[in-house]
């Protein structure tokens, strides 16, 4: 409410004045000035008292008398959007557009508040229709496709998502976090779930023309590799993953592991582990070396080297595991006890964050749920 009140009184003090002045006499200027401000303050009233039904009949009206007030107008339908009163922005909003005195600048701008208003509502295909035609106005042409863009990614159009980011690249830069590469990947995705991997490899293909540094392309290029039982590609794929974004190491490691158990090559993934410890200090790495050291060389070996690794880089999975190997050790059920209260601990600990907005979780996801940038969850 405050903040209609200070878009609103300085309005009422002043409607017609400055207009007018240009334009009118001022024996007219006092004779159309007075009905507009006794109508502002009628309108106040109602605001005030929360009528907001009746206070929109009385702007209308203004409106109607003096078209100088039309972003006033748009202004006090964006407001009661963002106070969540939705319907009466467009309301407002389509009103205004009713009127046969508007300027074609002024029809485009209130029809873009429009547009903006159905989205709120969840009226996309009313809002898409809206910013489709505006993409063509050149005032509101950037603003139209970044809407449009929006729309798409929720409705999951993806073609048109990426014709979308196309024509904004034309003559700006797309908005932060928004890839072509990531919606080849949802389109790759579908594929997979449609069981057409030729089409998904085709999509991730074309993702990582358009980023080479597209992580979550070769991911899923390597499940189709693993799933057609072509072990080295996929290795060869996994292993890329590195030079894109080391940061999503670790999401490697489980396939990686599948990888060189398929060819029989232990020494090659301990090989590879103790490299990821030693370059990146990844904890997760350390911990899939000490099982691998337990088969092959024992537990004590393999608690001498956790014991070590938790040193030089203490975390909760590290401490977790050397308690369970000194469970398995002898040391007794108390040690396997504590070991699960560790556990637990550490599964309270959100797995991945966004680097964005801060958001947490235990999943990886493409797009964080809470900014909606994609890309931007790592793990933790």
Request: aromatic share 8%; charged share 25%; hydrophobic share 45%.
């Amino acid at each position: 409410m405050l903040e209609l009140l200070a878009l609103l009184l300085p309005v009422a003090a002043a409607s017609g004045w400055l207009a007018a002045k240009r334009h009118y006499t001022r024996k007219y200027l006092l004779d159309h000035a007075r009905p507009i401000n006794q109508a502002y303050c009628r309108g106040l009233n109602y605001l005030l008292s929360e009528k907001t039904d009746q206070a929109i009949k009385v702007f209308a009206h203004i409106l109607e008398m003096d078209h100088e007030t039309v972003e006033t107008h748009i202004s006090l339908g964006n407001l009661f959007r963002k106070q969540g009163e939705v319907e009466k922005a467009i309301e407002v909003h389509a009103r205004l557009l009713d009127e046969p005195g508007l300027g074609e600048a002024q029809r485009a701008h209130a029809r873009y508040a429009l547009g903006v208003d159905y989205m709120a509502a969840g009226l996309l295909d009313r809002a898409e229709s809206i910013f489709d035609a505006l993409a063509e106005h050149e005032a509101h042409r950037k603003s139209s496709l970044q809407r449009l863009l929006q729309i798409y990614q929720q409705e999951k159009e993806w073609h048109k998502a990426i014709a979308c980011v196309r024509k904004l690249l034309r003559f700006a830069k797309a908005p932060k976090g928004e890839s072509v590469a990531q919606f080849l990947c949802e389109l790759a995705e579908e594929s997979v779930a449609r069981f057409d991997d030729k089409a998904a490899r085709d999509y991730l293909d074309q993702a990582l023309r358009a980023d080479p540094a597209c992580v979550r392309a070769n991911l899923v290029k390597a499940r189709l590799q693993l799933a057609a039982a072509d072990y080295a590609g996929a290795l060869r794929t996994l292993r890329e993953v590195e030079a894109q974004n080391p940061d999503y190491l670790p999401e490697v490691l489980r396939p990686v592991a599948v990888c060189y158990a398929q060819l029989g090559d232990g020494r090659g993934w301990a090989d590879y582990l103790e490299y990821l410890c030693r370059r990146y200090g990844l904890t997760a790495a350390a911990l899939d070396l000490a099982v691998w050291m337990r088969d092959a060389a024992g537990i004590p070996a393999a608690l001498d080297y956790s014991l070590s690794a938790l040193e030089a880089k203490p975390s909760l999975g590290g401490l977790g595991h050397a308690v369970r190997l000194l469970s398995v050790s002898g040391d007794g059920p108390e040690l396997e006890r504590l070991a699960s209260v560790i556990d637990r601990l550490a599964a309270e600990i959100p797995r991945y964050r966004c680097v964005e907005c801060g958001f947490g979780g235990s999943e990886l996801h493409w797009r964080c749920p809470s900014c909606q940038h994609w890309a931007s969850i790592k793990p933790a």
